[in-house]
């Protein structure tokens, strides 16, 4: 982060397979009512700092899954019929566990093992002893068993991982399909497998028999989520933010139906859903609120750890000022910035005093102190994959206006759907972006155009501000709006010169 114009001046002047992301594994009862599933009784099953991931499940009661323990990766064990307890199964020092599970007919289980020295590969364990021996040389990123003997499993090749169906007794691989993702599933009450075909834009769901290694195209995934379970043969599960959905894949023309929306701060990016063999209970991996990524950034930006600090930001991070003037980009870049502000100045730290959440953006507003001397600032920030992907800064530098109330004017006007006096706070020339700078509308003619038919078509319309930063002529604003019995939540930024909305640039999820 980059903070205050204060620093802003200074720098200027002064010239693996899995990403280990903070995730947990929450476990639910499952029913189905209707044809409709219903979870129930929620438990974070993990409840540890650092990766929880992959679960699978042992049997009906018991979830196998990968944590964190000692900064590495084990596998274990959580018993839902024994007070809830938890058991570590594996403890390699050599090096990780990810992806267990059961293997058909043994008291043993099979995980992906990557060693320090880079070594990645697929082994099993014994339930008991948790002793490990390999199971094949192949570098395997994910699996499934078909049977006691038959693998199908993604191998790495070069920049993609390609399907093969692996007989461990006759000692045979063959490649059926190249360029696939990592949900790999038996499906209920068949003999087949399904799995995720990225070989074109569309991503689709297949099945394989791997017996005759014939594949075929079951249905599109919801957008590019590509982690999916099935209920039952013809039920398939799938996450996407923070909703799950489900597709009857046996009724033509069917398309992909909400079964939950999660309010809650803490399930974000929903991926690696497993199912129970008697689908009873459903388990999926969550990664931790965008808030609490950010809130880890600005503790070690005050602690001056500068690796900690860095390490909250992507490879590519770019950094910009409002609303897409970029600075620069690259995880190297900003530690090398941040490397000399820490040298050069002796007291820094930053105060946030209000906070907007919408889905993975944040916006922070900001009291920072650099050697004594305050400032202010907003910083908006984007998370992908737990790691910060972007970060704008919004300094105090337009013309000094009443920006607050004229925004409140056309909130007023919107709520009456009052065409003539919601525009009437727009310039001739207003601009409407998506954010950082989309062009979505220009002028006030497009204005009416848009909005009086919008006015005259949605009779229950009704904005609420939930949340408002002002920050000089800008206005930042979290709206809940209703719409025709629906409500959406997106952040709007105005900017305000003489005494006219200039632009607003939306943030939506």
Not at 304 to 317: H, I, Q, T, W, Y
Not at 371 to 396: C, H, K, W
Not at 428 to 447: A, H, M, R, V, W
């Amino acid at each position: 982060m980059t903070r205050t114009v204060f620093i802003i001046c200074f720098l200027l002047v002064n010239v693996h397979v899995w990403a280990q992301t903070e995730t947990e594994v929450y476990l639910f009862d499952l029913e189905v009512n209707n044809g409709k599933p219903v979870l129930t009784n929620p438990k974070n099953i993990s409840n540890n700092p650092g990766y929880d991931n992959q679960p699978s499940f042992w049997d009906d009661d018991t979830v196998l899954f990968a944590s964190t323990r000692e900064n590495q990766t084990d596998i274990l064990q959580f018993n839902v019929n024994k007070g809830s307890t938890s058991t570590w199964l594996t403890y390699t020092t050599a090096g990780s566990e990810y992806s267990p599970l059961r293997i058909p007919d043994k008291n043993a289980i099979s995980a992906i093992r990557l060693d320090m020295d880079g070594l990645q590969r697929l082994y099993e364990y014994n339930f008991k002893t948790s002793e490990s021996t390999p199971i094949t040389n192949l570098k395997i990123g994910y699996h499934v068993w078909f049977n006691d003997h038959i693998l199908v499993a993604t191998v790495l090749v070069e920049n993609r991982m390609d399907l093969k169906i692996i007989n461990l007794e006759e000692d045979t691989q063959k490649t059926v399909y190249q360029n696939v993702g990592r949900s790999l599933h038996n499906i209920p009450n068949t003999d087949l497998v399904s799995f995720i075909g990225k070989k074109n834009n569309t991503w689709q769901i297949l099945s394989l028999d791997p017996i005759t290694g014939e594949s075929n195209k079951i249905t599109n995934t919801y957008d590019h989520e590509e982690d999916i379970c099935w209920l039952d043969k013809n039920t398939i599960v799938t996450g996407a933010g923070k909703t799950l959905l489900s597709l009857d894949v046996s009724s033509e023309g069917s398309d992909w139906e909400t079964i939950i929306v999660f309010d809650q701060e803490e399930i974000n990016n929903i991926s690696r859903i497993a199912i129970s063999p008697n689908s009873k209970r459903l388990a999926f991996v969550a990664e931790e609120s965008p808030a609490k990524i950010i809130q880890n950034q600005v503790m070690a930006f005050n602690n001056r750890n500068l690796d900690a600090f860095v390490g909250c930001f992507s490879d590519d991070v770019l950094v910009s000022c409002f609303p897409n003037e970029k600075m620069y980009q690259g995880n190297g870049k900003m530690h090398e910035n941040y490397g000399r502000f820490f040298e050069n100045v002796k007291n820094s730290s930053v105060e946030v005093v209000n906070r907007i959440v919408l889905g993975n953006t944040i916006i922070d507003e900001e009291i920072t102190k650099v050697d004594g001397r305050d400032g202010r600032q907003v910083a908006i920030y984007q998370v992908e994959n737990g790691l910060i992907s972007s970060m704008t800064f919004v300094f105090p530098d337009g013309p000094l206006t009443d920006a607050e109330k004229i925004v409140q004017e056309q909130l007023e006007a919107y709520n009456n759907r009052d065409i003539e006096a919601f525009t009437d706070t727009y310039a001739n020339d207003t601009e409407l972006y998506q954010f950082p700078k989309t062009l979505q509308s220009k002028g006030k003619p497009k204005l009416v155009q848009q909005y009086g038919a919008f006015f005259e078509n949605t009779p229950d319309l009704h904005c609420e501000i939930k949340n408002r930063i002002v920050i000089g002529n800008k206005v930042i604003d979290e709206e809940s709006v209703t719409i025709n019995g629906e409500v959406f939540k997106a952040i709007a930024i105005y900017e305000v010169d003489n005494g006219e909305i200039q632009t607003v640039t939306f943030i939506q999820n």
